[in-house]
Each structure stands twice: as C-alpha cells, then as structure tokens.
C-alpha cells in the first residue's frame, strides 16, 4: 500500500518534462509596470545587442493579428522580476519603423530575434505565458550544472537530465578557463579553426558537453556535471533507477546522438505543446488518455507503462489526465470515457500524420495492470500492422503505399505509373459505343428551306 501511495505522489515529480526549477516561476515577484521597449532606431537595436547578455527582439506589424494577441503576453512576461532583471525585451513596430526591418531583412511577421550573450539563438517563442517564461529562464541560466550530490540535482532538475560523468577534475578544469588571457583565448580560437573535422571529433567529452549545452540542446537540458567512478567517462539518464549510458567513444556526434534519441523522458505529460514539438520533430507517441487519480491506474502508469516505456525506448510514452486536459487530441479526434476507470490507448504516428485508437477501451475495473501491459506489449510489437488512419481517404492511401516515405525520385515514378494505370484503365475497360449517335434517340434539325423544298 506504502509502495502505492509513495507512486501516487511521485508521478508528477519524477517524469514531466517540466524541471521542477521551473515550479515557483510563475508566482515569483513581479514589478508593476511592463518592462518592454518600443524601439524606434536601428542604432539602438545595435547598442542593446552589444551591451546585454539577454536580448529578445520582437517584430510586429499593426496588421498582423497574431501579434497583437502574443504582445500583451510578452508584456506580461517583462513584468516578472525574475526575467526582467537579466532580458532587455525590445519590440519593434514594422509598420511604424520600416528602416528598421528592412535593415534586419525582416519582412515577415510576426518574427524574432533572440540574442545570449551575443549569439543568435534558433529558438521559437512559446505564445503562452508559463512555456514563455520557463524557456526565457532555462536559456538565462547555466546549462552545465556541477553536481554536489545526486540527490539535490534531482530535486533540482528532474530525472529527466542527463548527467555527466567526467575523469578530469573538474574544479581544475574550471581555474584553467578563468586563468586565461585574452592572447591565450584567440590562440585557443585560431587552432580550434585550423582543426579538421575528425581532429574536433576527437575532442574531450567535456568540451563536446560544453559546446552543445549551448547550441543544439540549449532550449532542451541542464547537463549534471561530476567524475566518474569507475574511471569511464559517460552521458547517463537516471530514469528515477531505470539508466540509460552512453560510453564516451570520442566522437561528439555520437554523443548527440544519444541525447537526441533520449529527448523525452520515459514518461511525459502529453499537451499541446508536447504535440506541437513532435509535429516538428515526428516521432512516435504513445499515449494513455486516462484518470491518473485513479490509484490503480496511477500504480500502472508507474510501473507497466514506465517498463514499457524503458524497453521501447525508440518511441516517445506519455499519458493525458482527462479531468484536466480531455480536447487534448480534437484537432485528430474526439475522446470520449465514460468511468473514472477507464483507458484510451492512442499512437500517434507524426511522420505520416497518422494516428492508431484502440478499440476497445482497457478498463482497470475488468482487467488487470498485467492483462493491459501484455496487450500493449503485443500491439506495439505488431504497430506497423495496426490500422493506422488520417481521417482522410485519400491521406490514408497515399500512407499505405509509402508515398510520403520515398524520395523524390521514386515519387514521380510512382504518380507516373498511377497515371498510366488510370489512362491504361480509361482505353481498356472504357465503352467506346457509348459515344455512338444510333444509341440515343433524338431529331435531326432540318433547314426550313430544304423542308419546303421537299413538299
């Protein structure tokens, strides 16, 4: 029963995607006023890139009807303390200030820039205040986080973040950088240049962590930093005790790789905007739109599904609280339970913009946990002969032959044949008497001239 309750209570804590840092952003102080700046010169867009850390610059138009719904959510996120005491944020009205955009090569909106220390960022703009400021925060603060303890990190930053393990002693490495010069740091640039490509793969784990903690996974992790025991430098996800390793093989792009592979925890709490990443990143979903609050079912989601989860990790497992969030899915289709006991598998196949509903509900009342896990095992073991579908006909055709799977070649070979086979079918099985004039019965048109000639 302890072990239940212990699950009941650990669910949202050990599998979101949501760092728990993340918590308290939300009802952290705030200053009274909006802290956004209406610019109105390019110099001064200039100015604020080079003299602040954190930039974000928006671009807006008095037309443009998406902007004027997301400012006043960017006015709203200037006025948290917690934000505004590091971002400049600059909106720029296009309309009014054309030179402006027309110096930047901006000529879309709405558009944005976003600037740490510098570099431009390649980052989308959340339109919804909480995801707006939580990414704001993550790309303020360190990536790189040294660990003290394991413990204190999870608390910290979740299961979820990969941790680090290093043979070189860290607190040295960190006295080396700050020694430094500035002749030393642009010799350390003009050989970091010179290198060639399998020279810069087979650089340390540490400065690969170091690069990418800042460029592909910037918006994604905090890395946990500590050294090895065991004398073998490695990238771990914890799982709450379920790990994945990756071994240090020297090369940087195995390493992203493996974090890629490893994006999403074991379990995610499925939303909109969990959907709206994988439409852009298809993978696919595997979901249970259910009653977490039900305790077998929360004793489910943390046992079965979380193995489920840990043996196919080449697929992305979430579930839905239905009290909470039941139109989740309704751009796809309508979900509807009827008992606090009931659940809805779903897979989600965003590549081909398809999607598998299980037919009929798992009910915890009438089966039990194993009964669902063998099903589900056996359903994910045949995914690619279950009935995936679009809601379109002609969407799910073009699906089942491969259509949107082949490469650009092959598809003009394929629509080329389709034609012919339909023209081939048009000449074969076409009637050609039903063009022929005795078959239809209708008068002749006679000249008057020629009728009263006749008589």
Known sequence: MLFKIIFFFGIYFCFCRKYPIYDKIEQSKKSKNKKTIDLVSYDDYVDYIKKYDYVIAYFHSDWCEECEQFIPILDEASTYKI????????????????????????????NSEIYVKKELVSVELPTD????????????????????????????????????EIEKNIEKEEKKEVKKTKNEEEEEEEKEEKKSDEEKED??????????????????????????????????????????????????????????????????????????????????????????????????????????????????????????????FDNYFKIELN????????????????????????????QTEKEIFDEMKILLLNITNLNFETGSRFQDFINYIGLNKMNTTKQIIVIVVLILICLGCVYFFGNPEDLDDDLYEYEEEVDPNEKAKST
């Open 203 to 328: 650089e340390d784990l540490l400065g690969c962590i170091t690069k990418i903690a800042n460029t592909d996974f910037i918006q994604t992790f905090y890395f946990g930093l500590t050294e090895t025991k065991d004398y073998k430098e490695k990238i771990v996800f914890d799982n709450d005790n379920f790990p994945i390793t990756y071994l240090w093989d020297g090369i940087c792009q195995n390493a992203i790789d493996f974090l890629n592979a490893n994006k999403y925890p074991l379990l995610s709490q499925v939303d909109k905007y969990l959907l709206k990443e994988l439409d852009e990143d298809p993978r696919i979903l595997v979901t249970l739109v259910t009653f977490p609050d039900n305790k077998k079912i929360n004793y489910f989601i943390n046992s079965m599904l979380k193995k489920l989860a840990f043996d196919n990790r080449k697929y992305i497992f979430g579930y839905v609280n239905y009290t909470e969030d039941p139109e989740v």
């Open 83 to 110: 934000i505004n005491k590091k971002w400049k944020i600059l909106k720029i009205d296009c309309a009014m200030n054309s030179h402006i955009c027309m110096n930047l090569g901006v000529d879309q909106y709405p």
């Open 339 to 366: 008992s606090t006991d009931e659940i809805q598998l779903v897979i989600n196949d965003f590549e081909d913009r398809s999607y598998y509903l299980h037919k009929p509900v798992f009910n915890v009342e009438n």
């Open 129 to 164: 205040l909480v995801p707006l400021l939580e990414l704001l925060y993550k790309l303020s603060t360190n990536p790189i986080v040294k660990i003290k303890s394991k413990e204190e990190f999870f608390k910290k930053y979740g299961y979820y973040s990969p941790i680090v």
